[in-house]
């Protein structure tokens, strides 16, 4: 089980992009379609508010008639959110997303927002620890042992 921490260090861009509540929904998917993102948290100063998705604009906007350009990121966006520290496993991060049906959790430590993990970034994860555990049982039903980062037979 690998702590999240380790999976934000992996990330190429762990940058976590975010918009005021009070921001139209309209320069929320400019933002995202900019960043080739799907969601972004919505940040009260510091604080975590909520989490806006393309989700939430096609079912609480498109499929209601309202406007993109008049409608507020507060209007739409999904809250409270739920959270994970960043000693917390991938496992028990995947469990919470399967659970409550999330593609999205902000990492905290210490009280601060420190990165967003995606369910893209767990399956990443797991299906690295899957395929180390299966060469590592290759190595040994061939009888090879590993020691000290290096095999001999």
Known sequence: MKPVSQILQTKRDNTVHSVPPDARVRDALELMAEKGIGALLVMD????????????????????????????VADIMSAPVIVVRHDQSNEECMALMTEHRL???PVVADGRLVG???????VKDIMSEQQYIIEQLQHYIRGEVSVAGGAYQ
């Open 45 to 72: 100063g510091q604080q975590v508010v909520g989490i806006v998705s393309e989700r939430d604009y096609a079912r609480k906007v498109e499929l209601r008639g309202r406007s993109a350009a008049d409608t507020r």
């Open 103 to 105: 593609r999205h959790l």
């Open 116 to 122: 967003l993990i995606s369910i893209g970034d767990l």
